[in-house]
């Protein structure tokens, strides 16, 4: 099980990003999928999350309204349209699948939000 992410960087404060997220060696469209972000010094945290056929999502209240939670099972890749973004956002954002034997993440990839 693999799973890689891309997208991040720097951007301004009200700036947008995509990030996604592409699975290997798993069924990808039998599994939910989920974004979390950490940021320094803070406990990693649930962003977004998304079913397996993409039919249901849930979102922290800190991200609302701004972010949306995705998906492209004929891809394999599961995406996070982030805008209006905040200097808040700033974190190492992880894609997250789990089903036997895991929780399995990604490596990250880093969302700097900042003038």
């Known amino acids: 099980v693999q799973l890689v992410e891309s997208g991040g960087g720097l951007v301004q404060p009200g700036g947008s990003l995509r990030l996604s997220c592409a699975g290997y060696?798993?069924?990808?469209?039998?599994?939910?999928m989920s974004w979390y972000r950490q940021a320094p010094g803070k406990e990693r945290e649930l962003v977004a999350a998304?079913?397996?056929?993409?039919?249901?999502?849930k979102y922290a209240d800190s991200v609302k309204g701004r972010f949306t939670i995705s998906r492209d099972n004929a891809k394999n890749t599961v995406y996070l349209q982030m805008i209006s973004l905040k200097p808040e956002d700033t974190a190492l954002y992880y894609c997250?699948?789990?089903?036997?034997?895991?929780?399995?993440w990604g490596q990250g990839t880093q969302v700097t939000v900042s003038s």
């Open positions: 060696g798993f069924t990808f469209s039998s599994y939910a």
């Open positions: 998304i079913t397996s056929a993409g039919s249901s999502t």
């Open positions: 997250n699948t789990y089903f036997f034997g895991g929780p399995y």
